[in-house]
């Protein structure tokens, strides 16, 4: 067994010696901590262009990054005299009002029958079957049905996002709510609580966390599902442009829409995880129990 090294002092007291902290490591972690996401992204992109410049994809028309990230430079900043020159602001526009139309309509009807549903097996045996039935069919085939009722416009859109907002979050929240601690709704009921008291100061507080997680799978859905609107009933947002520029065989301008709608669905779930998963300290304390 080593013991540490000992100095006498003048009056023959042994001290141990101490021995230099340690230099700390923390800067080389927090650097591979920064670039470990980049990592893949740059591998990617690598491949990426040396594939498109071989023209082995797509005959010489799938773009290369460069001309990819150029293109979404002209169509941020302008400068190169285009139809998308300059043109990307309003149309991330036009998506985002439709995304945020679409997403509250269809997640505040999502919690609405999904609390009532966990609180309430009359309204769970009326609602949950027709539900899980519907959520089945592709979004896509309500296109169709979507253009007949609301024609080509804004309309269309909102209900398609609205539609496929509602599943995600109605079936994470009503899995929260049947969730509920059975014990602590009975002792609010012998407390004098009523059933809707219950519901908003119980369960409702409990499925907190089950619903911020349906709604960022949900702001997902509804970006990729308004670009699919616009690009068959729509004349302005990302989709719209998308197409346009694919019927223009301007394909750089393709990936940049993509690049465009990726950023705008991280950008919406950074805020969700920010702004409202990350406030709810108190799920890991229930977790840890």
Known sequence: MNFPAT???SDDAVVPEVAPPAKPRRAKKSYARFLLPFLLPALFC??????ATSGALGRGMFPSVTQSLLALSDWVFGGNGTVFSGMWASATLASLAR???GFLIGSSVAIALGLLGGVSSTVRSMVDPGVNAIRSVSITAWVPIALIIFGIGFKPAVFLTALCTFFPVYVNVLAGARSVDRNLVQAAKMLGATRAQVAFRVV???TLPSM???LRVAAALAWTTVVVSEMLGAQSGIGYT?????NQFQFDYVVAGMIAVGFCGFI??????????????WVEKRAAR
């Open 7 to 9: 100095i006498r002092t």
């Open 46 to 51: 690598a491949l990426w262009q040396v594939v």
């Open 99 to 101: 995304v945020l139309t």
């Open 204 to 206: 409702l507080p409990w």
């Open 212 to 214: 911020v997680t349906g």
């Open 242 to 246: 998308l197409m346009y520029s694919y």
């Open 268 to 281: 919406t779930d950074r805020l969700l995880e920010h702004g409202v998963e990350r406030r709810l300290s």
